[in-house]
């Protein structure tokens, strides 16, 4: 039993160092930092999507006064949109990104404050600052609402005390 034991890590071991080497040579030898972002960096379509759940489960952790979890999410979002604008540098659409922050900063205020009625009509100024950035970019059919339903069922947004 020992020695196939011992066989299988090592081939394990070699696998893993053989892969990793190639790799790593593939990426010295041929591409440059901008060639990988653009070979592996995601799309602007998959950011939003990660944007779009970030803003759904902020919701459910503000509605749910779950104020550490609200401030993850909105830190979230603040990273989601600047990875949009260092990684889609071409897209005219991140030139409008701006546009998102004084939505940003009134619902970190309404969680700095814990306060649900600011947080809420925070939450709709974001909301309505995605419909006009997808409306001023040709993307009106792309319409973002306050969720109705946890975008997840597998998270509980409600704060353990």
């Known amino acids: 039993m020992k020695p196939y ?5 090592v081939f394990l071991f070699i696998s893993c160092s053989h892969a990793s080497t190639k ?3 593939a990426i010295s030898n ?3 930092l901008n060639t990988i972002m653009e070979k592996y960096a995601p799309g602007l379509g ?3 999507g990660g944007i779009q759940m ?3 489960k902020l919701w459910y952790a503000g509605i749910n006064d ?14 989601r949109f600047e990875q949009a ?8 659409e991140v030139k409008m990104i701006p546009m998102m922050y004084p939505a940003i900063d009134s619902i970190n205020a309404a969680i700095g404050h814990k306060n649900l009625i600011q947080f809420k009509s925070g939450f709709q100024l974001l909301t309505a600052s995605c419909n006009s950035c997808h409306s001023a970019n040709n993307f009106e059919f792309n319409i973002i609402t306050i969720p109705t339903a946890p975008p997840v069922s597998n998270q509980d947004f409600k704060v353990r005390r």
């Open 30 to 32: 041929n591409d440059s």
């Open 46 to 48: 998959e950011i939003m």
């Open 5 to 9: 034991s011992l066989f299988f890590t």
């Open 85 to 92: 604008r260092m990684v889609e540098t071409s897209r005219p």
């Open 23 to 25: 790799k790593d040579e």
């Open 66 to 79: 779950n104020w550490k979890l609200a401030q993850y999410e909105i830190d979230e979002l603040k990273e």
């Open 54 to 56: 970030h803003h759904a």
